[in-house]
């Protein structure tokens, strides 16, 4: 196959920006299909506070990696780019344009400039890890992280839980700290590349944030965190949104306070991922209000 005819658009940026919407509206333009991007939206029974694709948009055009995990699966960027990219050289059989769409940036980046390889983490060191995390909490996680490779806990953002898990369980694979085995080499890749993001002002972001918000409980957000922590307290939920409502049923805010602190710490994660993409030169911001046309204007020109 030759990939050089083929293109991938990308249409990340931050949560609640409108990537679902244009991503849709390209892959019905394009006759083709969409591969989610995001780490959350692959988990089955949280569709409402992970703002997964509704049956309407997922009727419009076909997703992949929506809805295809349990909650207790264990899920990487690594895994994803290999993931992603089997399925793009499906899509890329009948189809000269795929669409990947989502917010992760470590997924986006993974696909389209590759990963480091990392040991497969083993079963009992995942294991081993966990229970640390039980037991002891994050603080206990970072403790060890500190003595096995204090590099990487020195820039880890330590509130995320999930990438200090993983460094310390990569660290113990390997037998060496994760620090080193990331090379920041990036690879080179045979198909074009178009990635695009939804510039909005900082007030309309936020806005369209805390609306969100109230639709997700207005949908019943709350019913679906309780039917998901009645299964286990998994990492997937280590997420906005449902760490609030534990905290709310755990006695420590009231409703008002976390349904507040929700749209408080998903404005937070919004800046976070416009300062990642900030950084990144490939990105075409687009203008809202004619974001589809330019985008199909640039898809098109060759």
Known sequence: MDLSAKTLVVVTGPTASGKTALAVALAEHYGTEI??????QLYRDIPIGTAAPTPEER???????VGILGLDAYYSAARFEEDALAILRTIWQSRDIAVVCGGSMMYVDALCH???????????????????????????????????DPDYYAEVDRANTRRVVHALEVSLEAGVPFSSLRTGRSRSRDFRILKFAISRDRADL????????????????????????????????????????????????DRPTAIARIAKNTRVYAKKQLTWLKRDPDVIWLCPDTAFADAVRMIDSK
Not at 59 to 65: C, P, V
Not at 129 to 142: F, I, Q, R
Not at 223 to 250: C, I, P, W
């Open 114 to 148: 590759g990963i480091d390889e990392m040991p497969t983490v083993s079963d009992s060191v995942r294991a081993y890890v966990l229970s640390l995390l039980d037991a002891h909490g994050l603080e206990g996680v970072l403790a060890q992280l500190q003595i096995v």
């Open 35 to 40: 591969i989610s991007a995001d780490s959350r």
């Open 206 to 253: 936020f806005d369209r944030i805390n609306r969100r918000v109230d639709a997700m409980i207005a949908d019943g957000l709350e019913d679906e965190a309780v039917r998901a922590a009645s299964r286990g307290d998994f990492n997937s939920l280590n997420t906005v949104g449902y760490k609030e409502l534990a905290a709310m049923r755990r006695g420590e805010m």
């Open 59 to 65: 009727g419009r055009a076909f997703h992949h990696l």
